[in-house]
């Protein structure tokens, strides 16, 4: 039981991580891109699609950092589970346990990488063309 807690206390940690990473990264995106935000939106782009636009970006990024960190993770776990797997069991991963695991990067990253896009999405064209001085 202590041996997944510790599995599991590191899993968390990773997500918060990744979490915060994508938040940070769509944080300062959006900042470079706010003249483009409120232009569509002033042409009159929906909420939704732009959206979109920022979901593209959020999936492009996990895609090449968290997913690529992950499934090289398991890699390196299995390897080492193959090489000590006389003495002691480390790891068992079935497929779904990495698939599910993928999706779960995959949702988590969209959440918390579309917090700061909501947050601009809140305001009128007007107010994000007044307010970040454009």
Known sequence: ????????LFSIVGIVISSISIFFIMRSSLISRVYEVSVYRSLGASKNEVRKIFIVEIVLTTSFSSIIGYLLMIVLLLRAESTVS???????????????????LY???????LLPVNVLLRKTPSEIMTKYDL
């Open 1 to 8: 039981l202590e041996e997944n807690a510790n599995f599991y």
């Open 107 to 113: 949702l988590v990253n969209i959440i918390f990488g």
């Open 86 to 104: 006389d003495y002691i069991s480390i790891v068992h991963y079935p497929v779904m346990t990495v698939i599910y695991g993928v999706l779960g």
